[in-house]
């Protein structure tokens, strides 16, 4: 078994490292590693990012939002909060077979006096309650299990972040379960940081004090790869939206001018039809609009774009471009 200290709080390099290590490295090595994000939405991979995430909010508050290679539910990670991989050979033993691997992390708090235990398909829980999620992937002959631990985590966040405004949305996409969560830092007798924390459960999960030996050093080659995954697909757009899956949704909203209603067709990210509709008043054809739209990408810069091109008070009377960004991404 080996680890990898990887101090980096950017959820996009952090995603990148265990896909690089999955796909990537050469080795048939089993590693262990664990690694915090700063304030993150993690998006399961057969999700629809647009439905799962307040938009404005992480707009507001910089959250970042980036697409995992899991599926399962959209999480959120802040310095509270901290992830484990587990990397090895594909085995029968292996997938699907969440209690293998999430037993060494329960067994590793409840030594800190943390009542830990199995619960659902994939999750350890606390008293009933979530303290960690759990997903997995493989790729040819390597697997990847990993797991969030709420340890000190905003669970405020949650609602804000993980909670859109009520439109009307109707999707092929994943939602995510919304459970009862709790962190685990009230459970341990003597309280410890989060890098004492850190520090003592990779000793626990490597089964020792000196962990020196067990430490895989990071190459300039393996960096240089990790980074052009983070370039090319976990900072682009186009992964963590546009892999989204096809959905239709509604967007209303009421100004000045009177009511206005988007009703947009979505496939990987991008506007394929629009009609609108509303009370609102105006000068020219609103299918110069809708027509202008179809094919853009669902993403409030692109939008904003092609809108600027247009005197929206001659199709929206006392409704400005930044309602309608307001409407269709707020």
């Known amino acids: ?22 796909k990537y490295l050469d080795t048939n090595e089993d590693f262990i590693f664990l690694w915090q994000n700063a304030n993150s939405v993690i998006i399961g991979r057969n999700q629809n990012t647009i439905e799962e995430v307040n938009a404005q909010y992480v707009l507001e508050h910089q959250v970042n939002v980036v697409r995992r290679i899991t599926g399962g539910g959209a999480v959120y990670h802040d310095l509270g909060n901290l992830n484990f991989s587990f990397i090895t050979n594909t085995t029968k033993d292996n997938v699907n077979n969440y209690r293998k691997f999430t037993d060494p992390v329960i067994q590793a708090l409840q030594s800190y006096g943390v009542p830990a235990e199995f619960g659902g398909r994939n ?48 999707s ?37 004090t000196n962990i020196k030996p067990f430490i895989y050093e990071l190459t300039a080659k393996d960096l240089s790869k990790i980074n052009e995954l983070v370039k090319t697909k976990f900072s682009t757009w186009n992964w963590n939206y546009g892999e989204s899956p096809a959905f239709t949704i ?28 509303g009370d609102f008043l105006g000068t020219k054809d609103i299918t110069e609009i809708e027509k202008v739209l179809s094919n853009t990408t669902f993403q409030r810069e692109a939008v904003k774009t092609k809108l600027s091109a247009f005197n929206l008070d001659e ?12 409407c269709l991404f707020a």
């Open 123 to 170: 999750d350890i829980l606390v008293e009933g309650m979530k303290i960690s999620g759990n997903a997995q992937a493989f790729h040819k002959h390597r697997f990847l299990h990993h797991g969030t631990i709420l340890f000190n985590a905003d669970l405020t966040m949650l609602g804000k972040i993980l909670n859109p405004k009520p439109d009307k949305i109707e």
């Open 250 to 277: 509604e967007k209303y909203g009421r100004y000045e001018g009177g009511g206005v209603s988007f009703r947009l067709n979505v496939e990987n990210g991008l506007i394929k039809t629009v009609k609108i509709f």
């Open 172 to 208: 092929k996409g994943i939602k995510s379960v919304r459970s009862r969560v709790t962190n685990i830092l009230p459970y341990f007798k003597t309280v410890p940081t989060m890098k004492e924390f850190k520090a003592r459960l990779l000793e626990k999960l490597l089964n020792t």
């Open 315 to 326: 199709y929206f009377l006392k409704i400005t471009l930044d309602n309608v960004l307001d």
């Open 1 to 22: 078994m080996k680890t990898i200290l990887n101090e980096s709080l950017d959820p996009r390099f952090n995603l990148a490292l265990e896909e690089y290590v999955l």
